[in-house]
């Protein structure tokens, strides 16, 4: 039984920095988990954001992402974080970590962890609220 809490969510003005963390507890560690971060904004789907596999050996960023985000994992201390720099208002939202307990490495497995909406994903963190404006 994985349980995940975001924190690091605030409101932060456009072009400012945040870093979100995402604490993992279980009886196992971090790497036997591919894992992700979400977004949704008011009236629009749940997005994926970013993916990482178990050792990191593949990485998927939405376009929308891309060069201003940053994920990254710590398996020894069971954390994952998404890094968001030059933050913009259409960033808002509130944004999930998840897991999955699978061991996943190719690049193709790893965007469709964030990207096919039929993927299985069973455990999620409750959400930390975003919120980008001036």
């Known amino acids: 039984q994985l349980q995940l809490v975001e924190s690091g969510g605030g409101l932060v003005q456009p072009g400012g920095s945040l870093r979100l963390s995402c604490a993992a507890s279980?009886?196992?560690?971090?790497?036997?988990?591919?894992i992700g971060w979400f977004r949704q904004a008011p009236g629009k789907e749940r997005e994926g954001v970013s993916c990482?596999?178990?050792?990191?050996?593949?990485?998927y960023y939405a376009d929308s992402v891309k060069g201003r985000f940053t994920i990254s994992r710590d398996n020894t201390n069971n954390t994952m974080y998404l890094q968001m720099n030059n933050l913009k208002p259409e960033d808002t939202g509130i944004y999930y970590c998840?897991?999955?307990?699978?061991?996943?490495?190719?690049?193709?497995?790893?965007?469709?962890?964030?990207?096919?909406?039929?993927?299985?994903?069973?455990?999620w963190g409750k959400g930390t609220l975003v919120i980008v404006s001036s």
């Open positions: 279980s009886g196992r560690t971090l790497d036997y988990y591919a």
């Open positions: 990482l596999g178990n050792s990191g050996d593949s990485t």
């Open positions: 998840a897991a999955k307990d699978s061991v996943i490495a190719r690049l193709a497995t790893v965007r469709a962890m964030c990207t096919v909406r039929e993927y299985d994903i069973h455990y």
